[in-house]
């Protein structure tokens, strides 16, 4: 038996070096905690990156996995089949949206979405030279398109020429956006909460207000809901809470809660004014195996009312963030929205990170300065009670 030392050796002498990893190797997951090969347990503060939002291990979600792996996991989108069919229907129920596509990952939902709104401009004036208002700080993802339309330089600085005709805004600067806006101008695409970027929520002024330059010049909304989607914030779908509808929305991440899928989701307008037979397609987007497992995952979510118990919760953990801030200068601010937060420190925070995994305490940054809390959507207040005196004691 090899242990978790040589375990991360073999790993690091074979796989690309793009992540600098944790020296941890998980190995399974009960509920709110998680194992290592070692034995050693932890509480699980990130879910996979607010993945697994029903906790590890349930049941019920497991053995619809199971059942379908048992039944048939990929035919072909030449083909119909009745997972796909179900969540399709059960994530526009969930949504309010109008039409569903099905692929693997978040960055390729932000593919999908940038191709529909370049599609929807093209067919109205037939021009190829429309232009994107993307947001600084945002995080759409690593792929070419969704990396264009990401506001971190950094990301970008050795992959460009990136897909081109991209204006950056400052994110809840209303007069910034209206002065990227041209003739050209097709999209406008942002994080309805931003997540990698730092945690901030988009202000209702800022939302609306873009949402009412849109209808006024005839641009398409993006919202990239992506992190905080699926009742992260309280609300099925962040935007929800503003009283706005994007024309296009982006969902990954707690979708699959493990299984991968992402979707891009878009008004009828959209659908019928944008990507037809032949613009778009994936081998694995919508496969049974991935849809059974989002079916199931919207099946709970509904049932048992996942966004209220967040809403129910949330405000115990910003109390208790609250507090941990009260009691310590290096903390600069708390903000957030629902179960997606962030505690800003004046310091970077990778050894308060590794401090809490030494405790037994899984955490994770957003950026340098900023600890992420994402935990499993089903986490309860004894857990945020644990959390908290672990965090505390690891900072100086
Ligand atoms: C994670 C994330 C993505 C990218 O999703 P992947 O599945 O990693 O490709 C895009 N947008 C937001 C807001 C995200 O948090």
Redesign the pocket.
């Known amino acids: 038996m090899q242990n978790m030392k040589q375990w991360i050796d073999r790993a690091e002498a074979d796989l690309l070096h793009t992540y600098n990893r944790y020296q941890i190797v998980f190995d399974r997951g009960e509920g709110m905690y998680l194992y290592d090969i070692e034995g050693k347990k932890y509480l699980d503060f990130v879910a996979g990156i607010a993945v697994f939002a029903l906790g590890y291990a349930n049941k019920e979600y497991n053995a619809a996995i199971k059942d379908q792996v048992d039944k048939i996991l990929h035919t072909s989108n030449y083909y119909y089949n009745i997972p796909a069919i179900e969540a399709a229907r059960a994530l526009k129920a969930y949504s309010g949206m109008d039409r569903v596509f099905f692929c693997n990952?978040?960055?390729e939902a932000?593919e999908g979405a940038i191709k529909a709104a370049r599609k929807y401009a093209w067919l109205k004036d037939g021009r190829t030279d429309h232009e994107i208002i993307a947001m600084n700080k945002s995080?759409?993802?690593?792929t070419m398109g969704?990396l264009s339309v990401t506001g971190n330089p950094h990301y970008r600085e050795a992959f460009e020429p990136g897909i081109g005709n991209i204006r950056f805004a400052d994110y809840n600067d209303l007069d910034s956006v209206k002065a990227c806006i041209n003739e050209h101008t097709c999209a406008i695409i942002m994080?309805t909460v931003q997540?990698?970027g730092g945690l901030t929520p988009a202000t209702e002024e800022f939302l609306r207000g873009v949402r009412a330059l849109c209808d006024e010049k005839g641009i398409l909304l993006i919202l990239?809901e992506?992190?905080c989607g699926m009742g992260r914030t309280g609300y099925p779908f962040a935007w929800q809470k503003y009283g706005v509808r994007p024309d296009i929305m982006t969902c990954?991440?707690a979708l699959g809660c493990g299984v991968p899928i992402?979707a891009f989701l878009l008004t009828e307008e959209v659908a019928q004014h944008s990507l037809t037979s032949g613009d778009h397609g994936t081998t694995y987007g919508g496969n049974p195996l991935a849809c059974r497992a989002a079916a199931k995952v919207l099946e709970i979510f509904v049932r048992d009312d996942i966004a209220g118990h967040v809403r129910q919760v949330a405000p115990y953990l910003e109390k208790k963030l609250d507090e941990i801030k009260a009691g310590h200068s290096c903390i600069i601010e708390r903000r957030g929205a629902g179960l997606m937060q962030g505690l800003v420190f004046d310091r970077p925070v990778g050894p308060i990170i590794d401090r809490a995994l030494e405790k037994g305490l899984v955490l994770i940054n957003a950026g340098a300065e900023i600890i992420r809390f994402v935990p499993p959507l089903v986490l309860e207040k004894q857990h945020i009670d644990a959390m908290a005196e672990i965090l505390d004691s690891c900072i100086d």
Do not use: C, N, T, Y
């Not at 995080?139 to 690593?142: A, L, S, V």
């Open positions: 990952s978040g960055a932000v995080f759409h993802g690593r969704a994080e997540g990698e990239d992506i992190q990954a991440k992402g």
